[in-house]
T-cell receptor
Framework: DTEVTQTPKHLVMGMTNKKSLKCEQH?????MYWYKQKAKKPPELMFV???????INESVPSRFSPECPNSSLLNLHLHALQPEDSALYLC????????????????FGPGTRLTVL | SQKIEQNSEALNIQEGKTATLTCNYT??????LQWYRQDPGRGPVFLLL?????KEKRKERLKVTFDTTLKQSLFHITASQPADSATYLC??????????FGAGTTVTVRA
């Protein structure tokens, strides 16, 4: 199984709502990532989990809260978002987290299209 | 600061021709470089990885070159087909070990 799954595919939420994005992989990968992608822009890294521990937080606002319950699952909890947070949210996984020598080819999920009203 | 530039935002070519995409980088010392394909509304899909000691890598109709002196990678799609229409992203690992992507080149292959 070389697939990363993400749910939901689409999400519309108001600025006062609380919602969660979910990501799952069964490739035995030990690194998992959240990216945010705006239209016609490249993916921007938000968070990295390595061996179920948060290793990178790219100064993301606290209204985004990641969680890694186990090595196969990654969640992104959303609360009090702003309209400018509307974007495609991508989850990815790789065999290991980054080092100079590891070739961390990343496997991406299909993304969640988030709209904040 | 570190920069990855993909020179063309869009490339339109006739079916059967070769598409050549460019990725230039500044202030990176990459051990390898990756190319991904992204279709609209979908996540990127890994295509090829080329290491710093490799000049060229091929996979089916795809060819990648890597020149660490010029700080440039070229990505070629030979005998292009309409199904090759997509956005192609190059990606590098920075000194902080994070993978960063270029802005991408959108290729449209006309039948």
């Amino acid at each position: 199984d070389t697939e990363v799954t993400q749910t939901p595919k689409h999400l519309v939420m108001g600025m006062t709502n609380k919602k969660s994005l979910k990501c799952e992989q069964h490739m035995g990968h030990r690194a998992m990532y959240w990216y945010k992608q705006k239209a016609k822009k490249p993916p921007e890294l938000m968070f990295v989990y390595s061996y179920e521990k948060l290793s990178i937080n790219e100064s993301v606002p606290s209204r985004f809260s990641p969680e890694c319950p186990n090595s196969s699952l990654l969640n992104l909890h959303l609360h009090a978002l702003q309209p400018e947070d509307s974007a495609l949210y991508l989850c990815a996984s790789s065999q290991e987290g980054g080092t100079r020598l590891s070739t961390d080819t990343q496997y991406f999920g299909p993304g969640t299209r988030l709209t904040v009203l | 600061s570190q920069k990855i530039e993909q020179n063309s935002e869009a490339l339109n070519i006739q079916e059967g021709k070769t598409a050549t995409l460019t990725c230039n980088y500044t202030n990176y010392s990459p051990a390898y470089l990756q190319w991904y394909r992204q279709d609209p509304g979908r996540g990127p899909v890994f295509l090829l990885l080329i290491r710093e000691n490799e000049k060229e890598k091929r996979k089916e109709r795809l060819k990648v070159t890597f020149d660490t002196t010029l700080k440039q990678s070229l990505f070629h799609i030979t005998a292009s087909q309409p199904a090759d229409s997509a956005t192609y992203l190059c990606a590098l690992r920075g000194n902080d070990y994070k993978l960063s992507f270029g802005a991408g080149t959108t290729v449209t292959v006309r039948a």
